[in-house]
Each structure stands twice: as structure tokens, then as C-alpha cells.
């Protein structure tokens, strides 16, 4: 048998790539924390983890380990490491939060206040320094996960792979996303890396002797113990701990030492002792540090996962369109995240580039068990279990909760990178190899077909009745929720056009929290919608109040005096003055600064400039640009705007241009559900081109095309 190499004389060979691949993983880190990590505070989940910091105050700084802050909510919710952590960072800064009453207010806010409230009360609070302290230490720890992938892919595959694995992890969108977000994602991914080379110590060393693997084992106890109490699905640490453990007894033929075969009693040893020191020291050190677990443990982590559970019960409702309710969209969810929505390659080519290599890598496993079949073992036995517990539990299409997989996926990619390489420099290899190449192509044109047109067509665009069904579920898990009522409300009112529900929803959410800006608003549309404008003033002002830059009320707001004007002029009493008028084109020309992509504040904004009452005040140049960037933001096969524009080109006196875009726009809504009533005005509208007569105020009938 091949006798392996000392230690320094591999390493010698591995230490040019190492600094090759540090080079590499700190310049883009580095840059990404430079661009990206001194940005304003825009994340709720940073200003979360900064007041959870808590904890690092209780425990290190007050000393109190039997305060009943211990069994806070907040404790229930998420484990104490990355707290202890970010409290640190924001105690250096000298920011100390000595009191739960701030974490207590962000969950109490979270689904009351909208997110322009709440992301300025936290700018306000806490220093715009202790983010960025709080990002560089993210950044650091991904620089470190690098480096370990950088040893657990030497340990597996040739230094080269192991350094091209390091840079592509450190390049990974969803680590470059997490690495400038204060968040658990960053220790998580270095306990779980650093958990897996304690793996590969262990296996490599069973059988050389109880002293040797007992410390071992004892160092995966512990990071287990670090990596539940940062996350909890870090729990499934110890299962995966005890496979790779039981796998020393069912491969003993493989863990000769010196020439020497493990006999099965000593194997079994090797593997009881460290099941048994890999549990013992998980416990106590858990228990050691956690202080919610001084006291009650077993009815405390029942409680976190009932919480959890219910939570994410909660989430899947209210966030139904980042939600994957069945195993498929789970399944598929995962598929997206790794290989599609955060692939470089796939923004550039529309070519899934990664999971082509990544099934090349797979192909490529043999060779690396024929290399080093302990350590091949062990990435192996670790990617299936946190593959198959993502894929079953990825409920929220959201990709931070992938980070688990990501390294091995880089490892696996990286693989197959230089399994490309080499079969390109020998392309008389096997024929076997070829035909996985194949098959890697098959697999990753299919996916991405069915990516293309499953997931999307049948998840992202869901039926409308589902979504109004998940709002109404939100609003009965959690009625102390105003955000659940007033999504209820919204979605009754535009999917349904059910006015008296979703008006009794908003009001039961604004009772609930009076100063919820969305409430305001759809009570107010809904107002609009039954031709009761002037009550809805009062709501749409006070939305505005409470959320200046919201471009739907403003907008609303602006169609409300639009149309008491119009009900007035129909009641025989028209406005002496055009105040209203003036002030809506205000507000529409807010709403545009705001959301300048938004076609439906350019298409009024452009109605009324080139309607206006007064002939010499109306701009029909300047309406024609509004419509022409509205029509060309939707495609330009809108009819309501393509109506516009012709309105607007019949005001700068351009008739022919008006009747053929007035034609294509009728053209577009033959075979349409299009109301009979609002396609007669359109037609009226085109004769009076054709008779280039100056355009008249287009009414509501465009708004009914259209709506927002």
C-alpha cells in the first residue's frame, strides 16, 4: 500500500496555493466590504441581531446568568452565540444595549410599523459605525470559512482545487449578500466548516489509539455545542457527528495504520468511546453556554421549536410569495437558490454555469474516495444530511437559509472545474467520463427548462385566490398582527374587489396600530372605488402623513381630487378654480420622482398636461415624453397608455400620430374582457382625431383599462 507523506512535505506542496487562495478570497472579500459594507442601515434583521446584543451585556458585562431575561421571547427565538458575538462588536463601539425593551419593541413592530418607520427609528438609535464594525466581523469570519474549505478540499482533492474552491466560496453571491449583513449566517458558516475538518481529524485518526480521538472528539462536541447555539437547526450537527462516527466502524478495513487492519472490537471501541465523548461534551457545554438552559432544559428547546415552528407557520402565510408550500417547490427552491438566482454565470449567458461544473464534480467523487476515501467520506455524509434537512424544511424561498450547502457546493464545483480542464487537455480518456459530461449537460439544460417554466410560471405568479386565502390564514394565526389585516385588506381590494371586507380589515388593523400608513391607503382606495372621494381625503392625507414617499397614496390621493372634481362638474356645480387640479398634478409628479419606472403617475401626469382646461396652459410636449416613458416601461402594448400618447400627440396638433396610435390601442383591446363602455370612448376619442379636434379630459375610462 502507498505509504503517505509527512506532514510538513505535503504541506510545503499545499502552502502556494494556500497563499495563493488567500490572496484571492481577501481581495474579494475585501472589495465587497469596501463597495458594499459602510451602506446606510437598510436590513430589519441587522438592527435585530445589534439589540439582541443584550445577552453579551447580561451575561459578560452585568454577570447575571439567573436573570428571568433568560426565558425572554427573544431567547426562544434564536440561540445566544451570535448575540454574545454582535454585543461584543457593538460594546467595542461603545453602543451597549442594557435592556430588553428595544429587541421587545422590534418585535412588537415588526408587522405594525412599515419598513420606512422602522429603518429610520433604528438609523436614529444606534450608530451607523457599529454596523460597519459589526459587517468587517462577518467578513472576517466568511474569510476564514474560505480558508478551512481551503484544508477540507486539500484533505479531499488536489491544493489546486482546494484554492479554486476557497475563491469561488468567498465569490458565492449568497456569502458576498451575508458577509455585509450583520446576521448568524457568518459564524454559522465557520462553526459548520470547522465542524467538518474536526470530522475528517477524527476519521483520519481512528484507530491510531483512544488519546488521539478522544480530544478529537471532544473538539466536535464542543463545536456542535457553539453550532446549535448559534442557529438552532445547528442541532443536526450531532446526528451527522454520529454517521461519519458509525461509518468508522463500517469501513475499519479502510483505517489501517502502518499496515496494521483495525479488528472489529477495536474499531467498535474507537466508536463508542467517541459517540459517548461527542454527546457528553455537546451537553455541557450546550447547557454551560446557554443560560436559558440552566433551568428546565428540556421544556426550553421544546418551546424554541414550537415557537419556530408556528413562526414559520406565520411567514409562510404573510410572506406568501416568498413561500414554497409543497416538497416540489421546496425541492426546486433549493435547485433555484444554489444554482440559478445566485449564479453569476446565469446573469450573464442565461446558463446555469455551476450546476453544470457541480455535476461534474459529482461525477468526479470516485476519484477523490480512490484519493482519500475518509476524508471523501465525511463531505459526503455531511452535504447528504444537510441537503436532504434543507430541502425538506426550505419553506421560505430565501437564500440565506442555504448556507449550509454553499460550501459544499463550492467544493463539488470547483471539482468539476478542474475535471473540465483535464478532460479538455486529454480528451482520449475513457468514454465513461464523456458520457457523464452528457449526462451533466442533459440534467443541466432540463433544470434549467423546468426552472424556467414550472417554478416561475406556477409559484411566482400565483393564483389570486390563494394569495387572498394565505393573507386571510396570516390574519388568523397572529390577530394581534395589523400587518396581517391590512395584507388581508390589500389583497381583498385589488385581487377580489371585495370593498366592505377589505374596508373592515384595514379598520380592524388600523385599530390595532393607528399609525399604519398602508392601512390609510387601501381604505381610502377602497373609498375611491365606490365614488365616495372626499371621505377618502381624510384617509389618504393621513397615510401621507405617516409615509410621505408612498407613491400609492399619493397617487390615490391625487385620482380622489381628480374625481370630486368630476362628480361636482356632473352634480351642475363644476369647480370655480383649479386648485384640486393643480394640487393632484403635484402629487403626481411626486409619485413619479419616487418610483420613476411607475407608468401609472406618468400616464395621469401626462392626461392632464395635455387635457388641461386652459388651452394655453396645457404642455404637450412635455405630456408626449411622460406617455411615450410610460408606454415604454410596459412594453409598449399597453392600450391605456399607447391611449395617451394619442391624446397627448392630439394636443401638440400631431392628428395623424394621435389616430394611429388610438388604432394600434384598439387593436390591442380586440378579444379582450375590455368594458364595451370604455372601448366606445376610445373610438370616440379617435374620430374626434380624425376630425383633429383638440383632445377632451380622458375621464375614468383609462383608469378602468389600466388600474395601478
Known amino acids: 500500500m502507498t505509504v503517505e507523506q509527512p506532514a510538513t512535505r505535503r504541506w510545503q506542496g499545499r502552502t502556494p496555493w494556500f497563499c495563493l487562495s488567500a490572496v484571492g478570497v481577501l481581495s474579494i472579500l475585501t472589495f465587497n466590504f469596501v463597495q458594499r459594507g459602510s451602506s446606510r442601515f437598510y436590513e430589519l434583521d441587522e438592527g435585530a441581531w445589534i439589540y439582541s446584543g443584550y445577552f453579551y451585556h447580561l451575561a459578560f458585562q452585568k454577570r447575571d446568568l439567573q436573570s428571568p431575561d433568560w426565558k425572554h421571547r427573544d431567547c426562544l427565538d434564536h440561540p445566544p452565540v451570535a448575540k454574545y458575538l454582535f454585543g461584543a462588536v457593538a460594546a467595542s463601539d461603545h ?64 491544493p489546486w482545487t482546494a484554492a479554486l474552491a476557497a475563491v469561488l466560496l468567498s465569490a458565492c453571491p449568497i456569502v458576498l449578500d451575508s458577509s455585509i449583513l450583520i446576521r448568524a449566517e457568518a459564524p454559522f458558516c465557520l462553526l459548520l466548516v470547522l465542524l467538518v475538518a474536526a470530522q475528517i481529524g477524527w476519521f483520519k485518526h481512528c484507530g491510531c489509539g483512544l488519546r488521539k480521538i478522544s480530544w478529537r472528539a471532544i473538539c466536535i462536541g464542543l463545536l456542535i455545542a457553539f453550532l446549535a447555539n448559534t442557529k438552532l437547526n445547528g442541532l443536526l450537527g450531532l446526528p451527522c457527528a454520529m454517521v461519519v462516527i458509525a461509518a468508522g466502524l463500517l469501513t475499519r478495513r479502510t483505517l489501517a495504520t502502518n499496515g496494521e487492519v483495525l479488528t472489529r472490537r477495536r474499531a467498535l471501541a474507537d466508536v463508542l468511546v467517541s459517540a459517548a465523548l461527542v454527546t457528553v461534551t455537546f451537553l455541557i457545554a450546550a447547557i ?8 428546565d432544559q428540556i421544556e426550553f428547546v421544546k418551546g424554541m421549536f414550537e415557537r419556530r415552528w408556528n413562526h414559520l407557520e406565520f411567514q409562510t402565510k404573510y410572506l406568501y410569495l416568498n ?77 440565506r437559509y442555504l448556507m449550509p450547502l454553499v460550501p459544499f457546493v463550492m467544493l463539488l464545483s470547483a471539482a468539476g472545474v478542474v475535471h473540465a480542464f483535464w478532460l479538455f487537455r486529454n480528451p482520449g480518456r475513457t468514454v465513461r467520463r464523456f458520457a457523464w459530461v452528457l449526462f451533466a449537460v442533459a440534467v443541466t439544460a432540463g433544470l434549467t427548462w423546468v426552472q424556467g417554466r414550472w417554478t416561475i410560471e406556477n409559484h411566482m405568479d400565483p393564483d389570486r385566490k390563494q394569495l387572498v386565502d394565505a393573507y386571510r390564514e396570516a390574519a388568523r394565526l397572529r390577530p394581534d398582527r395589523a400587518g396581517a389585516y391590512i395584507r388581508y385588506a390589500d389583497a381583498l381590494f385589488v385581487f377580489q374587489g371585495k370593498l366592505d371586507e377589505a374596508k373592515a380589515a384595514s379598520r380592524q388593523g388600523l385599530k390595532l396600530n393607528p399609525n399604519y400608513a398602508e392601512g390609510y391607503q387601501t381604505l381610502g382606495a377602497a373609498l375611491i372605488s365606490e365614488n365616495r372621494p372626499r371621505e377618502a381625503l381624510d384617509h389618504l392625507r393621513q397615510s401621507l402623513e405617516l409615509s410621505p414617499e408612498n407613491s400609492y397614496a399619493l397617487t390615490s390621493l391625487a385620482d380622489a381630487l381628480l374625481m370630486l372634481d368630476e362628480l361636482e362638474a356632473q352634480g351642475g356645480q363644476p369647480p370655480e378654480t383649479t386648485a384640486r387640479l393643480d394640487e393632484a398634478i403635484r402629487l403626481y409628479r411626486h409619485a413619479a420622482r419616487v418610483h420613476p419606472d411607475g407608468p401609472y403617475a406618468l ?64 387593436a390591442l383591446l380586440k378579444g379582450s374582457s375590455a368594458n364595451s363602455e370604455v372601448v366606445k370612448r376610445l373610438q370616440m376619442s379617435r374620430d374626434r382625431f380624425k376630425r383633429k379636434q383638440p383632445p377632451l379630459p380622458p375621464g375614468p375610462y383609462l383608469h378602468m383599462i389600466m388600474g395601478k
Open 603 to 666: 400616464m395621469r401626469l401626462a392626461q392632464i398636461l395635455a387635457t388641461y382646461p386652459n388651452l394655453q396652459s396645457r404642455r404637450p410636449r412635455e405630456a408626449i415624453e411622460l406617455a411615450r416613458k410610460a408606454s415604454a416601461n410596459m412594453g409598449g402594448e399597453d392600450p391605456a397608455l399607447l391611449m395617451t400618447l394619442a391624446l397627448a400627440h392630439a394636443s401638440g396638433g400631431q392628428f395623424d400620430l394621435a389616430v394611429a396610435t388610438a388604432e394600434k390601442a384598439l
Open 323 to 399: 413561500s414554497l408550500p409543497t416538497r416540489a417547490l421546496m425541492t426546486a427552491g433549493v435547485v433555484r437558490g444554489l444554482f440559478f438566482a445566485n449564479d453569476w454565470l446565469f446573469e450573464w449567458w442565461s446558463v446555469p454555469g455551476l450546476l453544470f461544473f457541480f455535476l461534474l464534480g459529482v461525477g468526479g467523487m470516485p476519484a477523490a474516495f480512490a484519493r482519500n476515501r475518509r476524508a471523501a467520506l465525511v463531505v459526503v455524509v455531511n452535504f447528504a444530511v444537510w441537503g436532504s434537512a434543507t430541502a425538506c424544511t426550505y419553506r421560505m424561498d430565501w437564500n
Open 95 to 158: 453602543y451597549v444595549v442594557d435592556s430588553p425593551d428595544l429587541k421587545a419593541w422590534w418585535f412588537d413592530s415588526c408587522f405594525h410599523l412599515d419598513l420606512k418607520t422602522m429603518t429610520e427609528t433604528i438609523r436614529a438609535e444606534v450608530p451607523q459605525s457599529t454596523f460597519a464594525r459589526g459587517r468587517l466581523v462577518c467578513t472576517a469570519l466568511f474569510a476564514a470559512s474560505c480558508m478551512v474549505v481551503f484544508w477540507i478540499g486539500a484533505a479531499v482533492f488536489a
Open 288 to 295: 454551560a453556554i446557554n443560560p436559558s438552559l440552566y433551568s
